[in-house]
Nanobody, 121 residues
Framework: QVQLVASGGGLVQAGGSLRLSCAAS????????MGWFRQAPGKERERVAA????????TYTDSVKGRFTISRDNAKKTAWLHMNNLKPEDTAVYYC??????????????WGQGTQVTVSS
């Protein structure tokens, strides 16, 4: 079983950058695809990006394509979400989770506390 802790959020001006980290504990991190999700106030949680267990395939929701990059290092048991050119509409709590990549990126684990990203205009 993999336990995950997301961190790296903060307050940034529009156009700025942040790097979110998702640190995993447990032996099986490398067996799982990973996803980043976000939930803005009053909105449903949405998938932002996903990466396969070996890191060879990634996918992004349309609104972040070209601005966000998901990556991972299985030896470090860590996944990242690099966010560039941030916009106020990116403001949300960001979560990482293990997913089934080929089952519509279905999340498997518990959500944890997430990390708040706030983008000011």
């Amino acid at each position: 079983q993999v336990q995950l802790v997301a961190s790296g959020g903060g307050l940034v001006q529009a156009g700025g950058s942040l790097r979110l980290s998702c640190a995993a504990s447990g032996r099986t991190f490398s067996n799982y695809a990973m996803g980043w999700f976000r939930q803005a106030p009053g909105k449903e949680r949405e998938r932002v990006a996903a990466i396969t267990s070996n890191g060879l395939m990634t996918t992004y929701t349309d609104s972040v394509k070209g601005r966000f990059t998901i990556s991972r290092d299985n030896a470090k048991k860590t996944a990242w979400l690099h966010m560039n050119n941030l916009k106020p509409e990116d403001t949300a709590v960001y979560y990482c989770n293990v997913i089934i990549y080929y089952d519509n990126y279905r999340p498997l684990g518990s959500w944890g506390q997430g990390t708040q990203v706030t983008v000011s205009s």
